[in-house]
């Protein structure tokens, strides 16, 4: 007899191993997670979970990592009613885990050509995953380049994992900050300007573009003005979310359901909404 398939709208019970700050105050936290109970579902690079606070409310938060151990990592931002909620939560607590849903990003396409991450702030988290996969299978890829911007040296996520991207010799790693502090060294200025002098090959590149919405639109001019084709060009959306598989149209955005023909897009099939004010 076969199993039946797990009810989508169930959230099953997961235990917070750990809690880790990621920026001085807490404001963005990450958690490893473990089934209390049967196996992780494992998802892939670009897809997301709904995080339920029981009595709270429930959120689409993208993974962040898998850990090695079969756990599961989602680094959270603390913006408003819900993630301000799940922010006081400590190692020990139960939270609730449906998915994972939606797409994911093009780590099989893009073997054999150059590998473009760009990130603005929380979005190198849904990258993570990304960087951690074409690590892991290093042989497959040409060059591999990340280019991260965040608005000031102290927003700067996963600093010592980017210390370790940055000593390796088949990564290249340039990270920018809007407003430099004294202590800043490295480049200032927008993401979209280490965009125009990166060494990569415009053709031969498949980019994936994470972070709001206004610096996804100028990456993605930035990388058109370079050469790079709209449909090598992804990138991550977001939009209120409820149920995460097409059923209540929260998440509508033109003709799609962000949660399930999305989150990640090639660009030409979003081009002829991005332009579209407040869609
Ligand atoms: C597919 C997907 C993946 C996501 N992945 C992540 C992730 O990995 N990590 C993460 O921290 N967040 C992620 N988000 C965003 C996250 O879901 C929202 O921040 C969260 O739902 C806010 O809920 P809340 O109840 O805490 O805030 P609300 O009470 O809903 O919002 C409070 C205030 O914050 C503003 N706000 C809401 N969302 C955002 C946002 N994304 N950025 C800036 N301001 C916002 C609202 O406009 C409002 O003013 C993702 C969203 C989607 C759709
Ligand atoms: S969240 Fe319900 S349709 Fe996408």
Known sequence: MSARPRDPMLPRSYRIESVESELPGGEVFSWTLRPRGGEL???QPGQFNMLYQLGIGEVPISISALGEDGTLIHTIRDVGGVTRNMAALSAGEEIGVRGPFGTAWPVAAAEGHDVLLVAGGIGLAPLRPVIHHVLANRERYR????????RQPADILFRKELERWRGRFDIDVAVTVDRADASWRGDVGVVTRLIERGGFDPRN??????GPEVMMRFAVMSLERRGVPARQIYLSMERNMQCAVGYCGHCQYGGHFICKDGPVFPYDRLEPLFDVREL
């Open 143 to 150: 060059r591999i380049f990340l280019l991260y911007g965040t």
């Open 41 to 43: 579902e494992v998802g």
């Open 205 to 210: 590149s498949i980019a994936m573009v994470c």
